[in-house]
C-alpha cells in the first residue's frame, strides 16, 4: 500500500503562483511514476503533469511552459510548480503514485485562483 498527502494548496491571485507538494509513504516500486491530476467542479479529472523514476516529464498540452513538475526520488517526494495562474486552473489536485500496474491517489489539495 501506498499513502500519499498532498500539501500546498489555497488561495493565489491570477497571475500569482503557487508550489504544491506531495509526500508518499509506504511499500513502493523502484520504478514508478508519479504525477499531479486535476478535477474542476464539474468537470472530468484531467491529466496535469506526470515524472517518471527515471525523471521522464509528460504534460498537458495546454499547460506545458507554465507548470513544472519535479520529484525527488529520495525523500519519495513530487512537487508541482504552479505559474502565471489563471481562474480556470481552479480544482482539486490530486497526487498520483503508479506501479506493477497499480495507481494510488491522494485525497487532493484545492487551488482557488480568483481575485
Known amino acids: 500500500q501506498v499513502q500519499l498527502v498532498e500539501s500546498g494548496g489555497g488561495l493565489v491571485q491570477p497571475g500569482g503562483s503557487l508550489r504544491l507538494s506531495c509526500a508518499a509513504s509506504?511499500?513502493?516500486?523502484?520504478?514508478?511514476?508519479m504525477g499531479w491530476h486535476r478535477q474542476a467542479p464539474g468537470k472530468q479529472r484531467e491529466l496535469v503533469a506526470t515524472?517518471?523514476?527515471?525523471?521522464?516529464?509528460n504534460y498537458a498540452n495546454s499547460l506545458k511552459g507554465r507548470f513544472t513538475i519535479s520529484r525527488d526520488n529520495a525523500k519519495n517526494m513530487v512537487y508541482l510548480q504552479m505559474n502565471s495562474l489563471e481562474p480556470e486552473d481552479t480544482a482539486v489536485y490530486y497526487c498520483?503514485?503508479?506501479?506493477?500496474?497499480?495507481?494510488?491517489w491522494g485525497k487532493g489539495t484545492l487551488v482557488t485562483v480568483s481575485s
Open positions: 515524472i517518471t523514476s527515471g525523471q521522464i516529464t
Open positions: 509506504g511499500s513502493m516500486f523502484t520504478i514508478n511514476a
Open positions: 498520483l503514485y503508479t506501479a506493477a500496474g497499480i495507481n494510488y
